[in-house]
């Protein structure tokens, strides 16, 4: 998983970290200009309030007057340093302020506040020159076209590209000020977006299954999904937690399919409730129900066939199996390397009968990932498991921690 879009990520990051940091340092060149002309204005300012102020203390002090001369006459070049920085001249020029202050305790006057400001305002201005993001919207949208192209290349759903598109939008075009480097705040940002896209409440199935009893579990999808195999599964992850389950031969719509789940409840030896090939999907369900109710049985799984969300007749027939045994869990089987199409099934699906869950099976053979990153955010449902084989061992409980460690995010 993740292959492509994990070099391309990185390729991206590159050549946005460059284009990001030209034109830093176009800003910074701007802003020092800027700097220099407010610092011009400053310096007369300051050898205004300078001059004032000396007359001012004549006047007052004559003491402390002499001995600012003095120091100044001691330290000749100094004079060279006052005219380059004013404002770190005010600096040390209000410590010197302060102490004379302590010493004669004088109240603090207004001038002194301003001083202060100045202070502030110069350091402030350091800080902005480190890294300061003004890319402009067009500039923007033209670096983020390479990221986006990645992005959809790779399975991920626009409106997941969107939500990262903004995210970035906002770090790196409103002149937001930053100490980290352009490549931190680019990896970042990409990182807290897909956490977020990948922030929907998740589902502790072996926590669920312990409140309810019988708990019905429905596996519902399109053909060929995986339905079947990570039913059997997860049925094998609940024996395993000393947990008794019965299968629901549900999909009656081939015959072979009845013949693939008994096959799978040998092996496991779980019992299989069934009816002859083309029965109704929705009576087999409820004698398993019945079944698991009369043999106190912890957990119904009823296999469905694949149907495509645009088939109204089995549709309806799905709905009605849905609506007469109620599953405590409608999980929706969708195949990771489908892409888009998955996340629009899952879509479908969600409208017509409701999911609660999703398992995304074939991930050990999807290269690209976006559907792992996607289907969730765009459904509202969580991934739980991610199917990684064809054994009954290939079932990973879903992590969004080990896809932003896949993804060389964290
Ligand atoms: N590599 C890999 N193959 C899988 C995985 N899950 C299922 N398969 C394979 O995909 C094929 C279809 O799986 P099924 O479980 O029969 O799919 P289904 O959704 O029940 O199919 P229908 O009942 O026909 O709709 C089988 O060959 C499975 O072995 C998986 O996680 N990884
Ligand atoms: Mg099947």
Redesign the pocket.
Known sequence: MFKFLKEKLKKVVDSLKKEVEEVVEVTEEVKEIKVEKKKEIKKKEMKKEIKEKTVKKQKKKPELKEKKLEEIKQDEPEKEHEEIAPEKKSFFKNIFKKESKDKQDEPKKEEEKETEEETKGFFKKITEKITKFNLTEKKFEEVFWDLEVTLLENNVAVEVIEKIKEDLKNELTTGKISRKGVEEVIVDTLKKSIEEVLDIKNIDLLKEVKKKKPYIIAFI??????????MAKVAKMMQDEGLSVVFAAS?TF?AA?IQ?LAEHANKLNIKMISHDYNADPTAVAFDAIEHAKAKGIDVVMI?T??RLHNNTNLMEELKKLIRVNKPDLKIF?GESITGNDCVEQAKAYDEAVGIDAIIL?????DEKGGTAISVSYVTKKPIIYL????TYE?LEKFDKKIILKNLELE
């Open positions: 999808g399109v053909n060929g999904s995986g339905k079947t195999t990570n999909d081939r399919a693939q296999d066939a694949g089987v099976s074939k991930a050990d053979v199917g990684v084989g064809q290939d």
